[in-house]
């Protein structure tokens, strides 16, 4: 790559394209054909550079958006434009990374995360779930987990499916972190049965709530 502008990168992109890899992409919901190992080493080269991941996003194109999240400081955006890659962010993997590797790590987060668990698109309310797992799993002080199981008990089964395994996984952190709201996320989970048919890999743990909470947990306990 001679330069580092936003042709340059798209003109790398273009020549990494591996139909096998897209394949395999649009499986799950993206739509690109970029091997991630390589476009990762495409970010490492061109640095940080929020002037350029602007550029990028401007795009559309979802290898470029990858890049440019990979090459954004987390702290460099404000809310409402946070709030604007989010919601064109359709795709899974940008929808992921944006949420995972910039939101969650800039100043605007928990405002992020309540304005967004209310919002009437379910796309970007798993946003402020995911969120919220974050929360429970690393700092819950302040947050209303009982209030959280109500909410995910009456709207989880008949949620849209990014916002429903969202919550989905809302609902095992709480099982997983507080031994006395276990039973109940563990019957939550049993009664409502969502992601209990996923198909999961052999040595990896199922999304299931009751599965993933009793397993987890017995992992700490062995420790």
């Keep these: 790559m001679v330069e580092a502008d936003v042709h340059s990168v798209m003109e790398t992109l273009a020549a990494m394209e591996d139909p096998k890899a897209r394949a395999i992409n649009e499986k799950h919901g993206d739509d690109?054909?970029?091997?991630?190992?390589?476009l990762r080493a495409v970010a490492k080269d061109l640095k940080k550079n929020?002037?350029?991941?602007?550029?990028?996003?401007?795009?559309?194109?979802?290898?470029?958006?990858?890049?440019?999240?990979?090459?954004m400081r987390p702290r460099s955006y404000e809310a409402s434009q946070l709030d604007s890659m989010l919601r064109e962010a359709r795709r899974p993997k940008v929808h992921g990374w944006l949420v995972n590797y910039i939101v969650r790590k800039?100043?605007?987060?928990?405002?992020?995360?309540?304005?967004?668990?209310?919002?009437?698109?379910?796309?970007?309310?798993?946003?402020?779930?995911?969120?919220?797992?974050?929360?429970?799993?690393?700092?819950?002080?302040?947050?209303?987990?009982?209030?959280?199981?109500?909410?995910?008990?009456?709207?989880?089964?008949?949620?849209?499916?990014?916002?429903?395994?969202?919550?989905?996984?809302?609902?095992?952190?709480?099982g997983i972190e507080n031994q006395e709201?276990?039973?109940?996320?563990?019957?939550?989970?049993?009664?409502?049965?969502?992601?209990?048919?996923?198909?999961?890999?052999?040595?990896?743990?199922?999304?299931?709530?009751?599965t993933w909470i009793t397993e987890i947990v017995a992992r700490r306990q062995a420790t």
């Excluded at 969502?194 to 990896?204: A, E, G, H, R």
């Design 32 to 38: 690109h054909g970029v091997n991630l190992s390589k």
């Design 181 to 210: 709201l276990r039973p109940r996320a563990t019957a939550i989970g049993n009664r409502l049965g969502v992601l209990k048919d996923y198909p999961t890999p052999p040595n990896c743990t199922s999304p299931f709530a009751p």
């Design 106 to 174: 800039s100043k605007h987060a928990e405002e992020l995360r309540l304005a967004w668990m209310d919002d009437p698109d379910p796309v970007v309310a798993s946003a402020g779930w995911a969120l919220t797992s974050e929360r429970v799993n690393r700092s819950p002080e302040g947050l209303d987990l009982v209030g959280l199981l109500d909410i995910i008990e009456a709207q989880m089964l008949g949620a849209a499916e990014r916002l429903q395994w969202a919550m989905n996984e809302t609902l095992s952190y709480i």
């Design 50 to 71: 929020d002037d350029l991941a602007v550029e990028l996003w401007a795009t559309g194109d979802t290898a470029a958006r990858l890049v440019a999240i990979l090459i």
